[in-house]
């Protein structure tokens, strides 16, 4: 195969950003429904006739690279279903509603959104998942917010920001330990050196959300709208503090280390088994009748088609209508999208002649970290993967940082400063299209109140420039 220039190497990705930029101004919110999809195949279709025409490779080759970019995302993709399922669930068996319930009780609108931030940030670290965080404690979150009066942009901003800050800092993450392992160093002692990079940006994007909830505090539902809101969801859900099982049972799962698929399928079990014993009165209400028959069809329906009841309530109706893996379809077709264009990028070696590239500007320690960033923000956007932007850029990178006689530690940082918090923020990403699916908010809001996403790649890039919290490898010899 003839290495690719970098001229070719940019045509597919020049395309994408055109058309993804077209599509944002003419389906706006609804770009990521098809609009989206067309543009990923389209530019991989370029990317692979290019490929094969010009650079002679096979398209045998091409589509190994596809099945192998699709098979790393699998794992993604079942998890994105069966959350779909559990979001469902957890609405029938008056899970969130609970939440919500008791939430409206204990959150005041003014604290709201970094209480919320630091919910996220505690639940993500105990369970090392972002994806589990927002997909169940967000999901509720998200309602008590809207109800409140504040945008749904804003609080799912502080949701992202705070479930990838656990996320990143968790020993229990995936993509902690992976960062680690790329570059070569204890875990521990990468999670430590984070310190100096991800705690300025969660502080600062604490008081930032606070500074926010005081702003809108004025914009907020009256007492009375809050306690019709309370009065509804009494009147047709059984709320009681047995309701929070379900995402107990998922914690305790978690926490002992079972793998996501199986401890969110447990959750999903306990939901409908809280919904059994809980819920039967508003299953007759919707069924007719409390047969094994209509117990066994709404368990499945929900499962599949979401949560659909009518309160009567605007507001509630809008918070409880969703889920089901049904809902999860056109996320799917986004990541199965983005994995083709990635797998393409990778099979003609155009990705590799890029990051090859950004390789060449490094001149000092500055600029390493810095490229190592947009290496992976850069991979965020082309492979559309988080573990491809932190697997690409460690190995390419790794003999850089020895070379400048750089601990492995500052590389890993640097992988996580960028690979992990910027993928939630591009709207055809895994973890970007999944936060908008699961959250019912688009890419677009919510990221640019992900504080904490955009403000640990810069506040690394600063320190980079400025040699702050640089660690040298002959400090670990010492």
Not at 217 to 233: H, M, N, P, R, V
Request: net charge neutral; with cysteine; charged share 10%.
């Amino acid at each position: 195969m003839k290495k690719p220039s970098l001229f070719l190497s940019l045509i597919p990705v020049i395309l994408l950003v055109s058309l993804l930029i077209v599509n944002v101004i003419i389906f706006k919110d609804d770009a990521t429904s098809g609009a989206n999809q067309t543009a990923l195949l389209l530019s991989a279709l370029v990317a692979g006739l290019i490929g094969h025409f010009i650079q002679g490779v096979s398209f045998k080759q091409i589509e190994e690279g596809i099945v192998d970019s699709l098979t790393s995302s699998i794992s993604a993709m079942n998890i994105l279903i069966v959350i779909g399922a559990l979001i469902g669930m957890w609405i029938l068996s008056g899970t969130v509603p609970a939440m919500i319930y008791y939430g409206l009780k204990l959150i005041s609108p003014v604290i709201f959104l970094p209480v919320a931030c630091i919910i996220c940030c505690i639940t993500a670290l105990a369970t090392g998942s972002s994806w589990s965080t927002t997909g169940t404690i967000g999901i509720a979150l998200l309602g008590i917010g809207e109800t409140l009066g504040l945008p749904s942009g804003l609080i799912a901003g502080a949701i992202v920001s705070g479930a990838y800050f656990g996320d990143k800092m968790s020993p229990l993450s995936d993509t902690t330990n992976l960062a680690a392992a790329m570059a070569g160093t204890d875990l521990f002692k990468h999670i430590r050196h984070m310190v100096y990079t991800t705690g300025p940006a969660i502080v600062i994007a604490i008081i930032l959300y606070a500074i926010f909830g005081f702003f809108y505090s004025g914009q907020t539902l009256d007492e009375k709208s809050i306690l019709i809101i309370q009065e509804t969801l009494d009147k047709h859900f059984h709320i009681s503090p047995f309701l929070f099982i379900p995402p107990l049972v998922v914690l305790f799962m978690i926490r002992k280390k079972v793998s996501a698929l199986p401890a969110i399928s447990f959750g999903i079990l306990a939901g409908a088994l809280v919904a059994i014993f809980f819920q039967g009165d508003l299953i007759r209400e919707v069924m007719g009748d409390g047969s094994v028959k209509s117990f066994y069809t709404i368990l499945t329906k929900v499962s599949y088609g979401g949560f659909e009841f009518e309160t009567g309530h605007k507001v509630i109706d809008s918070l409880l209508n969703r889920g089901g893996m049904k809902g999860m379809l056109s996320t799917l077709w986004l990541i199965i999208s983005a994995m083709i264009l990635g797998g393409t990028l990778e099979a003609t070696g155009m990705l590799q002649t890029i990051a090859g590239s950004i390789l060449k500007l490094v001149t000092g320690t500055g600029s390493l970290i810095g490229a190592t960033l947009a290496s992976c923000l850069f991979l965020n956007a082309t492979a559309s993967d988080q573990y491809l932007a932190i697997v690409v850029s460690g190995r390419m990178f790794r003999t850089a940082y020895d070379d400048y006689d750089l601990a492995p530690e500052n590389l890993s940082r640097a992988l996580e400063d960028s690979g992990t918090v910027t993928s939630p923020l591009i709207p055809w990403n895994s973890c970007g299209a999944y936060e908008s699916g699961v959250l019912g908010v688009s890419t677009l809001t919510y990221a640019p109140y992900a504080f904490f996403n955009y403000l640990s790649p810069l506040i690394a890039l600063f320190f980079a420039a400025m040699k702050i919290g640089i660690k040298k490898k002959i400090e670990d010899k010492a």
